[in-house]
Structure formats: structure tokens, C-alpha cells
């Protein structure tokens, strides 16, 4: 857990009392600040328990104007689609207001380090899809390298929780939009801007919303070096703004051609190359390492230019990737039965991260659906290529079912009755892809009890069988 000394005996509002908000409770509790907690939930508030901590409404006026912080979680709003009640009040009495994000990155600049031969380094990872998935495959390559590595952030443990930080620590973060934007502090050594496609735009007022949100990671204190993704207009935009300063860059693409970069590393296929000054000093193809590895390429590309920014060798960052397992609901693969493969990518919560989904996969069962985002189903129509037949289901479905509809499709309500479909269709040599294209929100609490009922659904198929 962090230090957060500089914050003994403050008057400490927290707003929101999920994973994120127990933890700035147990850290800042533990730190000696004078806590006082809310929760709309009553159950959550309820739930607290932790001796010394006070729970509260806060939308007293009077109360609210005591504190010297609020400390918000990522998932409340503060400003779009419209602030919450207690935000909006805590900004009218000019109370700071601030996020784990901002507090962990304020722990970490004001931190004395001068007696260190080797200082701690925080790395961290946004984008519109795959943020886990890079997040999880660099700690595991800089973890054969290095002692002291973790990640965090919105993957695995909160920022908060994350052990001191000592000489040579690595820390590698995972942020999403709701916890830049927020965050009075950001100051990584290490940026990586993976990709960016519309989502959250409601939440951020709008696609330059969420773009800023994201851009705010690279604009304020990042220290050493940035990892951009040029493949997007806001990607080059990104990499044109910082190039104009004083700041080391390395562009990725799997688009552009990079010859006229000063540092660029490119994926073409099976190849990783990277360039510098316009010559190429490295090529790689990635079937020389792990067939399983080939669906995450995109995660290789980036995990391989940070580690290249981090000064190793190009060789030994590849041949580190070898070992790692997909995380789970991201294009995971469940089982094969009867010649029919099963794959989980439930966390494909928008239409980009199905269409990425489909590049691999040949003979596809796509069941598809949930919540829709946006109505832009129709980008669909361009990863088509490989799809047999569509299973719109869920609250999306008629209107997935309409921006699809010179495709073989039928709608359903249900995952399990789009699968029981998708199965009596499918032949040896097929593959069911659950990819929702869409939030989990109309049937499930989230993307993980979704892929958990993919599964349970394919095992009791398998079962069945038997």
C-alpha cells in the first residue's frame, strides 16, 4: 500500500464505496486522514465496517464544506452525462476533488528518491480496446527482466494497493478514460496510447470528450517517453502535439508507413519492424515464436515498444512473450468439441473490438448483442468476410439484426437460446465467436458475468454430449 503521509489529519470526503473506493478507505485510513465515506448504495454503505470511519451523507452542504479532499470513484460522473449531487456541490464550495489515480501519482512526484541509483518508473497504458490485455502481457515480459514489478490501475489491484515503491520498482498501469480525466496528477514516466475507436461518449459529452480524456495522459507531466498509436486521425493528431515539444516518441502503426518517423515500429502481417531514422534496424516474424500468440499481436506491438523505450533488446522482448495466457472473456478460447471451436470474448464491448475479434477466425457463428453503445452496427459489414451466420441477441438485437440484414441472421432474446442455434448450425472446422459488439448491462452486472455464462452454457453442452 502507498504512502500517503501528506494527507494525516486532512478531512477526507470519499464518494462512491466499490473495489476502487475500500481501497483509498483502507489506504488513506491507514495514512491517519479523518475519513468520512458515502455510498448511495445502502447496502455498500452498510457493508463498510472499518473502526474510526465515519459514513455520512454527504450531500449536507454543511458537512461537505469541512473537508479539505473529495476523492470521487471512476465510475460516478463529475461533469457528463451531468456531475453527481455531491460533486456539483463539493466544485460550488471549491472543495478539491480528485481521484486513487491523482493521489497515487501525487505520492509518487512527491517522493524522495535522490539516494536511489536506479528510481522507480511508472508505465501507463489507455486506449479504446486491449488496455488489459497489453497491461498484463508488459508486466509479464518486464517481469523476466526485472525484480520489482506490478500491475494495477483498472486491471488487477487498485493503484492504491500496490506495494511501496522502492530503487528499480516497476509499475504498470492500466487507466481507462474515467480515471484520467478526473486525476489532478499524471505523471508517468511511460505512456503507450494503444488505439482509439468511439466509446463512453455519452459519459465524456461527446467523441472529443473521450479523446481529451485520453490525451490528458500525454499532455501534462509524462517524463520520458510516449507509445502512439498513428493508425487513427486522433492518433497522429496525439503524436503531431507532442512532437512539437520536447518528448521522445516512438509511433506504431499497422497502417502507415513509417519511413519519415524518427523512431517507429510497424506491424505488417506476421512482422514487427522497427525503424529508426528512416532505416530498419530490426524485423521479426511472429510465427516463429507461438501460434497462440498470433491473436495478440496488436498487445506484442505495443508491449515490444515500451520495452524497446525501456532500453531492451529487441530479440529477448519476443522471445519474453512466450508463455503468456490470454486473459479471460478477451478472444479466450473455451474448448473444442465435436471439431467446432468455442471462443469467449465477451469483453468486446464495442464494435471495433468485435471487428478485431473476427480477423482471426475463419467459418464464424457470430452471436452478437447487449446494449448498444451507439447504433453503428453497420461497421460490421466490413469484417464480414468470414461469418456465416449472425445471432443478434439481447436488447441490440432488432436493431443489430437491421444494419445486418443481407446477412443469414436470427434474432434472439437470450445467450442461451442464441447458442443453442449457433451450435445446430455449426459443422467441424467452424468456430462460435461470442463478441457482443455491445455493453453487458440489459441481461448482466458486467462483461465478466457474461463470458462466465458463455462458458457455463459450452460446458453444459460439452456435458450433455457425454
Not at 494503444?194 to 455519452?202: A, L, T, Y
Not at 506504431?252 to 530498419?280: F, H, P
Not at 497462440?292 to 498487445?299: C, H
Not at 453487458?440 to 452454457?457: A, T
Amino acid at each position: 500500500m502507498l504512502n500517503l503521509e501528506n494527507l494525516r489529519n486532512k478531512k477526507v470526503g470519499i464518494l462512491g464505496l466499490g473495489m476502487t473506493g475500500l481501497s483509498v478507505v483502507r489506504a488513506l485510513n491507514k495514512a491517519g486522514a479523518l475519513l468520512t465515506c458515502w455510498d448511495d448504495d445502502k447496502e455498500k454503505r452498510n457493508d463498510l465496517g472499518l473502526d474510526g470511519v465515519t459514513v455520512k451523507d454527504l450531500n449536507n452542504k454543511n458537512l461537505l464544506r469541512e473537508l479539505d479532499l473529495l476523492v470521487v470513484s471512476p465510475g460516478i460522473p463529475h461533469l457528463y452525462p451531468e456531475p453527481h449531487a455531491i460533486v456539483s456541490l463539493a466544485y460550488e464550495l471549491n472543495i478539491r476533488v480528485d481521484n486513487d489515480i491523482g493521489l497515487f501519482f501525487s505520492s509518487h512526484v512527491n517522493d524522495e528518491y535522490e539516494t536511489f541509483s536506479k528510481p522507480p518508473k511508472i508505465i501507463a497504458i489507455t486506449g479504446s480496446n486491449g488496455k488489459s490485455t497489453a497491461t498484463a502481457l508488459a508486466g509479464y515480459v518486464f517481469s523476466k527482466v526485472f525484480r520489482d514489478v506490478e500491475i494495477g490501475g483498472n486491471i488487477g489491484k487498485p493503484v492504491l494497493e500496490l506495494s511501496p515503491l522502492k530503487e528499480g520498482s516497476i509499475r504498470i498501469l492500466e487507466l481507462s478514460s474515467y480515471q484520467i480525466e478526473l486525476a489532478k496528477n499524471l505523471a508517468p514516466n511511460f505512456a503507450a496510447f494503444i488505439n482509439f475507436s468511439p466509446d463512453h461518449v455519452r459519459r465524456h459529452g461527446g467523441l472529443g470528450g473521450y479523446f481529451y480524456a485520453k490525451a490528458r495522459l500525454f499532455l501534462e507531466n509524462l517524463t520520458e517517453m510516449s507509445v502512439i498509436n498513428i493508425d487513427t486521425a486522433e492518433g497522429l493528431f496525439l503524436y503531431q502535439r507532442l512532437s512539437s515539444a520536447d518528448n521522445k516518441i516512438i509511433a506504431i502503426t499497422s497502417k502507415i508507413d513509417v519511413k519519415d518517423y524518427l523512431w517507429a515500429v510497424s506491424l505488417k502481417g506476421c512482422y514487427i519492424t522497427e525503424w529508426q531514422k528512416g532505416r530498419q534496424v530490426y524485423s521479426y516474424d511472429l510465427r516463429l515464436l507461438d501460434s497462440s500468440l498470433m491473436i495478440l499481436r496488436e498487445s506484442i506491438l505495443v508491449v515490444y515498444a515500451l520495452a524497446r523505450s525501456y532500453g531492451m533488446a529487441p530479440k529477448s522482448i519476443l522471445i519474453n512473450c512466450l508463455g503468456f495466457v490470454s486473459l479471460k472473456h478477451r478472444i479466450q478460447k473455451v474448448c473444442v468439441i465435436e471439431g467446432v471451436t468455442f471462443i469467449n470474448d465477451s469483453k468486446a464491448t464495442n464494435v471495433d473490438a468485435t471487428i478485431h475479434a473476427l480477423k482471426f477466425f475463419k467459418n464464424v457463428h457470430l452471436i452478437v448483442g447487449g446494449q448498444a453503445k451507439e447504433n453503428n452496427f453497420d461497421q460490421l459489414q466490413l469484417a464480414m468476410e468470414n461469418v456465416n451466420r449472425i445471432y443478434p441477441m439481447g436488447e441490440s438485437a432488432s436493431l443489430i439484426a437491421r444494419s445486418l440484414q443481407d446477412h443469414k441472421l436470427e434474432q434472439f432474446v437470450t445467450l442461451d437460446k442464441a447458442l443453442e442455434k449457433a451450435i445446430s448450425y455449426s459443422r467441424e472446422g467452424d468456430t462460435i465467436l461470442f463478441s457482443p459488439a455491445c455493453a453487458s448491462f440489459d441481461q448482466y452486472l458486467n462483461f465478466e458475468e457474461r463470458g462466465e455464462h458463455f462458458i457455463s452454457l459450452v460446458e453444459q453442452y460439452r456435458k450433455n454430449l457425454i
